[in-house]
């Protein structure tokens, strides 16, 4: 296990519903051409340049496919690659390599493009002291090993699900202010219903809104899709009463910009909605 790595279980779940979407009825390429009783030695190389991440689900891929396949991890998550760098040896039934061959990469290439594009956000606010935070913007089922993959970069975690704070957004305040209150009333009959142990935050989309979000007194004020001069406002006028995270508009030519207004947190969809796979291959050794 490495610093990076997602809890065991969850890398587990996902590689078994790869493997049984990838060969329901065995590879029968390999078992009409490979002998049962051959054995191979391969090597994952980095194509490219970036981060790497999903180290333990290659790893998962070639063990579920044949617990007879000894793999060595040669880079923790988090490590810079380069072209020719090797991630890992493995050995064992040539079958059962190259069964887990295209699971193990699909996984490792996923979220090292998750990594390596989470690190170029992280560099372009160094020295803000910014904090970049990811989203629920994951695809489903790889939650848990994308956030991990976001963590390997040197992002942080926001929320994990709806079930971990309570985040009132623009749809939120709609149908509470529908109901008769007004804006810091409905927050507040919001705050009164949660445990004081959990985190509240609020979205406001407009500059107008703040005062009355103010005087509710969430812990999280999110500044969602606002112009950096309003953005620059809008620190001011919360003036450390609240966290603040500004969301929406935010890309690598822009971020740097946005952490100079002055805000807290940025959080970014674009970590795992937008990564491009990184290039790495499967060599079999002669």
Not at 76 to 92: H, N
Not at 157 to 172: E, G, T
Not at 250 to 263: F, K, Q, S, Y
Request: glycine share 8%.
């Amino acid at each position: 296990m490495t610093a990076f790595d997602p809890p065991t279980p969850a890398v587990e779940a996902v590689v078994a519903l790869a493997l049984a979407e990838d060969a329901p009825w065995g590879d029968v390429s390999s078992e009409a051409a490979i002998p049962a009783e051959a054995t191979a030695t391969a090597r994952v190389i980095s194509r490219s340049t970036g981060i790497l991440a999903g180290g333990l689900a290659l790893e998962t891929a070639f063990r579920r496919a044949d617990p007879a396949i000894r793999v060595e991890r040669r880079l923790d998550d988090g490590a810079p690659l380069a072209p020719g760098a090797v991630v890992a040896e493995i050995s064992g039934p040539a079958r059962g390599i190259l069964l887990g061959e295209r699971v193990g990469l699909n996984l490792v290439q996923r979220l090292s493009g998750v990594a390596t594009l989470t690190r170029a956000y992280v560099e372009a606010v160094a020295g803000t002291g910014d904090r970049i935070v990811d989203t629920r913007k994951t695809t489903p089922g790889l939650r848990m090993l994308e956030k991990a993959a976001v963590r390997a970069g040197g992002a942080r975690n926001h929320r994990f699900s709806l079930s971990d704070a309570v985040m009132l957004k623009d749809n939120h305040l709609a149908v509470l202010t529908a109901q008769g209150l007004d804006l810091t009333e409905a927050i507040r009959t919001v705050r009164a219903r949660i445990p004081h142990t959990m985190h509240f935050e609020v979205e406001v989309d407009r500059l107008d809104q703040l005062p009355a979000v103010i005087a509710a007194e969430p812990d999280t004020i999110m500044l969602d899709n606002f112009a950096l001069a309003d953005l620059r406002e809008a620190v001011a006028l919360i003036g450390g009463r609240a966290i603040t995270e500004a969301s929406g508009g935010v890309a690598l030519d822009t971020i740097r910009a946005i952490a100079e207004t002055g805000v807290d947190v940025i959080s970014v969809g674009a970590l795992t909605h937008s990564a491009p796979a990184l290039d790495l291959g499967l060599d079999i050794e002669l």
